[in-house]
């Protein structure tokens, strides 16, 4: 799969590599002791600790990418473990992803004996993007492991069809030059490949595989997520991302606003929108400002939700 570091974050969580010296230590837990590459939990964890966080990596990221980040020592303070699963599909656009996303929550579980009513998953980016998506597949009632207390997006693409449109006019209104073309060239290729055409050739697809439609007045999917607790991050910088001939249509940041919007008009009060401005930088790129990274997080702030959504 190609990859970007610029439009998917792919590398890092943007954190000072001085966090790593406060980070508990990690026990890896793969599916299989034999591959310790794929399908694998990172756990950081405490002795009789039944609550959990799992988080799930970016494109390009894999186990190790929050090793940097301060969420296991602000969440074992409140007795909560803190997981990142890495299963090396990361979007789970396809119902055997999801699949292989919970045989390996099951095989947590099973391992580390935790509740399953206790359990909140997110991540970032098209990480966020598959945590929503296991959560929808369990709200639409399939069987699976968990269906999660709450749900945390960090700037994940939740609307297919505002995404391959949005990309798409980046794609007209620029060229190869723009260091976002790539991604969104091959993304839309892979979405009218996946879909069988593009949103205007089958709208259904792109629907039905979404989590919410803004275009809906219903926003489709995000129906499901009316009763679920969530905190949806973004940085919506346009100073950043006007030079890239990109605008709200073409930013996650309109995703997280929507999802807010709808859920709340649907009777959801517990749903938390948090807009940084400054925080997007890339410590591992040379400290580069990036408004789509992990770094927007007040991860303690963050740390205090979860554990609160846990009681």
Not at 28 to 38: A, E, K
Request: hydrophobic share 40%; aromatic share 10%.
């Amino acid at each position: 799969m190609r990859r970007s570091t610029f439009l998917l974050g792919a590398l890092g969580c943007g954190l000072a590599p001085s966090a790593l010296a406060a980070a508990p230590a990690a026990v890896d837990q793969p599916l299989n002791r034999g591959n310790t590459s794929n399908d694998v939990a990172r756990i950081w964890g405490r002795a009789g600790n039944r609550k959990l966080l799992i988080i799930l990596p970016p494109y390009g990221g894999d186990h190790h990418y929050f090793d940097a980040s301060t969420m296991p020592a602000h969440l074992l303070d409140r007795g909560v473990d803190f997981a990142v699963l890495f299963t090396e599909v990361t979007g789970y656009n396809t119902t055997a992803d999801v699949t292989r996303l919970d045989t390996l929550i099951r095989h947590v579980m099973e391992h580390r004996g935790y509740d399953r009513n206790k359990i909140v998953l997110g991540g970032f980016s098209a990480g966020g993007s598959g945590a929503f998506r296991y959560a929808l597949r369990k709200l639409q009632g399939e069987n699976l492991a968990i269906q999660p207390a709450a749900l945390i997006s960090v700037d994940a693409p939740l609307d297919l069809e505002r995404w391959y449109k949005g990309m798409s006019l980046v794609l007209q209104r620029s060229n190869e030059s723009n260091p976002f073309f790539g991604e969104c060239q091959y993304l839309t290729g892979m979405y009218r490949e996946m879909f069988h055409g593009a949103p205007e050739e089958n709208p259904q697809a792109y629907w039905d595989n979404s989590i919410l439609t803004a275009s809906k007045p219903d926003g489709g999917n995000a129906a499901y997520f009316k009763r679920t607790p969530m905190r949806l991050y973004s940085e919506p910088d346009m100073d950043f991302f006007l030079p890239y001939a990109m605008d709200y249509g073409s930013i996650n940041a309109s995703d997280q606003v929507s999802m807010a919007a709808i859920s709340k008009a649907q009777g959801n009060e517990n749903v938390s929108l948090v807009l940084t401005s400054g925080r997007g930088y890339r410590a591992d790129l040379n400290n580069m400002r990036l408004p789509h990274s992990w770094s927007i997080v007040d991860e303690p702030a963050l740390a205090e939700w979860v554990a609160a959504r846990l009681v």
